[in-house]
């Protein structure tokens, strides 16, 4: 079966860096991509990953290993407004997202 | 703002109701999604519309009945629905529904069936 997994719950402190996984097995690989969402609100596209290595936008910034069927979201600086869910899914062979569970990021002052 | 409205924002109804969800995007868009999002779970993909034409139907209970009258809107008619159908329902469009494309979401239906 194809599987995304991503930790349920992290914490961090304000101004700290954290590091996000995701681990994926999936048939095949079309990119892979990380969406924020705020408790109650639509979540919104933070990054696309298809080739291997680090894309970097801002505070934020997502790595890619197709080898390895793993990504992280490294968020530096971190403010408050950055507790929220973070969401992980992978495109298949079929061009389908498979979605992780989502990780509960909590930041504390 | 993402562009894609969904009303109601929160909706309570009893197993014998009829009730719909609406959502409505003004980017241009050419592909709409509906997902259910539980607590704790993956998104899950129900349906999918390009061009207006339902292309994808993740084997969804046919208690929810999709309806795309154009590409701005879309609609999913709840009829007889479960508890276990209580769920986050997200609406989402894209360009042209291709592989690279991110999606938009709109913030959702709060659904609870009692």
């Known amino acids: 079966g194809q599987n995304i997994d991503q930790p349920t719950e992290m914490t961090a402190t304000e101004g700290a860096i954290v590091q996000i996984n995701c681990t994926y097995q999936t048939s095949g690989f079309n990119g892979l991509f990380w969406y924020q969402q705020h408790a109650g609100e639509a979540p919104t596209f933070l990054s696309y990953n298809v080739l291997d290595g680090l894309e970097e936008k801002g505070r934020f910034s997502s790595f890619l290993s197709r080898s390895k069927g793993y990504s992280y979201l490294l968020l530096k600086e971190l403010q408050m407004k950055d507790s929220a869910s973070y969401l992980c899914a992978v495109k298949d062979s079929n061009y389908q997202l498979i979605w992780g569970a989502g990780t509960k990021l909590i930041i504390k002052p | 703002e993402t562009g894609v409205t969904q009303t109601p924002r929160h909706l309570v109804m009893g197993m014998t109701n009829k009730k719909s969800l609406k959502c409505e995007q003004h980017?241009?868009?050419?592909?709409m999604y509906w997902y259910k999002q539980s607590a704790k779970k993956p998104l899950e993909l129900m349906f999918v519309?390009?061009?207006?034409?339902?292309?994808e139907n993740n084997s969804v209970p046919s208690r929810f009945s999709p309806e795309c009258p154009n590409s701005s809107h879309l609609f999913l008619h709840l009829h007889t629905l479960q508890p276990e159908d209580s769920a986050l329902y997200l609406c989402?469009?894209?360009?042209?529904?291709?592989?690279?494309?991110?999606?938009?979401f709109g913030s959702g239906t709060q659904l609870s069936v009692l």
């Open positions: 519309y390009s061009l207006e034409e339902r292309v």
């Open positions: 980017l241009g868009h050419n592909a």
């Open positions: 989402a469009s894209s360009p042209r529904g291709e592989a690279a494309e991110k999606l938009f």
